[in-house]
C-alpha cells in the first residue's frame, strides 16, 4: 500500500469562460506554460481553485488522477498524510482564518473562536468525514499512528505535542475498516525537559 499513492494540494487556474479576457491572452500569448501557474504570475485569487488529488504511482497508472476535490483554505494547509491503510487523508492547517471558523464561544466578556486545525477525508470518495477543532492549536505537521486504530499526532506552532486516540470498539464499520467519528480522547504526553 506505501508508495502507491500521493496526495497533494494543487493550484488549478479556473477553465477560460471563466476568466477576463485579458488573462486569456496572457496565456495564449505565454507558451512556456508559467502563466498557467499561479505560483509563478501575479494571479488574482479568484481565478484560482485549490483541489486536494490524488494521484497514482503505480507503472500501469502513474500520473491519473484517481481522485479529487477542492479544498478550503489551502494557503493555511501545513500537512497532508495518509492513514496506514491509505483509506483516509489527514489534512493540518497552520493558521487561523476565518474560512477554518467552526465557532466562537462568549462567556460574559470573553469571546473564544474555535478554528479547524485538523480533517480527516476519505480516500475513496473523496467526503469529509472528520473535523479537530482548536481555540488554542496552529498544527505545523500531523499524522496517523502507524498501526490502524492507534490514532494520529500532531505538534503545534508552540512547541506543544499532542495524542489524539480512538476508543476503537466503536468506530469500525462492517467491512472491518476503521472510521473516524467522535470518540477520540487526547492521550497525555509527557515531554523531556533538557
Known amino acids: 500500500i506505501f508508495g502507491r499513492f ?20 496572457h496565456i495564449h500569448h505565454n507558451f512556456t506554460g508559467a502563466s498557467t501557474s499561479p505560483t509563478r504570475h501575479p494571479i488574482s485569487t479568484h481565478h484560482v481553485v485549490y483541489e486536494l488529488r490524488i494521484y497514482s ?3 500501469a497508472t502513474f500520473g491519473l488522477i484517481l481522485a479529487s476535490r477542492a479544498i478550503r483554505a489551502a ?28 465557532s466562537v464561544v ?11 486545525i485538523l480533517e480527516i477525508y476519505r480516500v475513496s470518495d473523496m467526503e469529509l468525514v472528520r473535523v479537530l477543532p482548536s481555540a488554542e492549536d496552529e498544527v505545523n505537521v500531523a499524522c496517523f499512528h502507524p498501526l490502524v ?27 472491518g475498516s476503521f472510521v473516524p467519528d467522535d470518540n477520540m480522547l ?8 533538557g
Open 106 to 116: 462568549i462567556d460574559g466578556d470573553t469571546t473564544v473562536p474555535i478554528y479547524t
Open 75 to 102: 494557503h493555511c494547509l501545513t500537512s497532508i498524510k495518509f492513514s496506514p491503510t491509505s483509506e483516509h487523508l489527514l489534512l493540518a492547517y497552520g493558521r487561523r482564518h476565518n474560512s477554518l471558523l467552526k
Open 186 to 193: 487526547e492521550v497525555p504526553t509527557y515531554a523531556l525537559e
Open 57 to 59: 504511482l503505480e507503472e
Open 6 to 25: 500521493l496526495a497533494v494540494c494543487v493550484a488549478c487556474i479556473l477553465p477560460n469562460s471563466d476568466v477576463d479576457q485579458g488573462f486569456q491572452n
Open 149 to 175: 486504530g492507534g490514532g494520529l499526532v500532531y505538534g503545534t506552532k508552540e512547541g506543544k505535542l499532542r495524542t489524539l486516540q480512538c476508543d476503537v470498539s466503536h468506530v469500525f464499520n462492517n467491512e
